[in-house]
């Protein structure tokens, strides 16, 4: 295990569903991350959280929500999906902004009706 | 657009050979660049780094060559057995800038007994 976790593992949604999907890690890392990873693309990162501030986004559509408490936790809440949001959402960690590795999740496979 | 690419989406050997994996990059400044593999159902997970003050790195069955000449980037996996069996993705960066990672689109490496 990478020390990073994320709930629900699976998500299927409807289009006016809202919804939110969490990741903790238990690295004592600083920043996290958000990203998309659809078939056959690279992985696209959506936001960037540094000792809880927001750093990066994306140019993410406001449909997408994240959320920060602690260094520890990131949520992601999302409403109004689309069917084309449909992916695998990743969470990951790393140690700060300079550290290059990141410790990844194992994901929310996430399906919108 | 995107900054890191691998030259084939996929990738099949016999248990027993040696795979290489290639990656092209196109920014001249990244100086630090990452080899992630990804089984299925699960996250990316680090397999080794190297740096561009550097030609050549060795880990455990693998070795990572960098070519800044024709900025070009590959993975050697010595005695590919089942368990090797994933997608790989390369990802680049300038290190001490304090920007996220950027991924490649990831070689499906397949490996029959």
């Known amino acids: 295990e990478t020390g990073v976790t994320q709930t629900p593992r699976h998500l299927v949604m409807g289009m006016t569903n809202k919804k939110s999907l969490k990741c903790e890690q238990h690295l004592g890392h600083n920043a996290m991350y958000w990203y998309k990873q659809s078939a056959k693309k690279p992985l696209e990162l959506m936001f960037v959280?540094?000792?809880?501030?927001?750093?990066e986004n994306n140019s993410v559509p406001s449909r997408f929500s994240p959320e920060c408490p602690n260094s520890s936790h990131l949520f992601l809440h999302l409403h109004t999906l689309q069917p084309e949001d449909s992916a695998l959402y990743l969470c990951?960690?790393?140690?700060?902004?300079?550290?290059?590795?990141?410790?990844f999740g194992p994901g929310t496979r996430l399906t919108v009706l | 657009g995107e900054s890191v690419g691998l030259h084939l989406p996929t990738l099949s050997v016999q248990e027993g050979d040696n795979s290489i994996i290639n990656c092209a990059y196109s920014?001249?400044?990244?100086?630090?660049f990452i080899w992630y593999k990804q089984e299925s159902g699960k996250g990316p997970q680090f397999i080794i780094d190297?740096?561009?003050?550097?030609d050549k790195r060795q880990g455990q069955r693998v070795t990572v060559l960098l070519n800044k000449t024709v900025k070009h980037l590959s993975l050697q996996i010595a005695a590919t057995q089942p368990g090797d069996s994933a997608v790989y993705f390369c990802a680049e960066n300038i290190e001490q800038a304090g920007t996220a990672l950027i991924f490649g689109k990831g070689t499906t490496l397949s490996v029959s007994s």
């Open positions: 990951a960690s790393s140690q700060d902004l300079l550290a290059n590795e990141q410790f």
């Open positions: 959280y540094n000792f809880k501030e927001q750093t």
């Open positions: 190297i740096r561009s003050n550097m």
């Open positions: 920014n001249s400044a990244s100086d630090y």
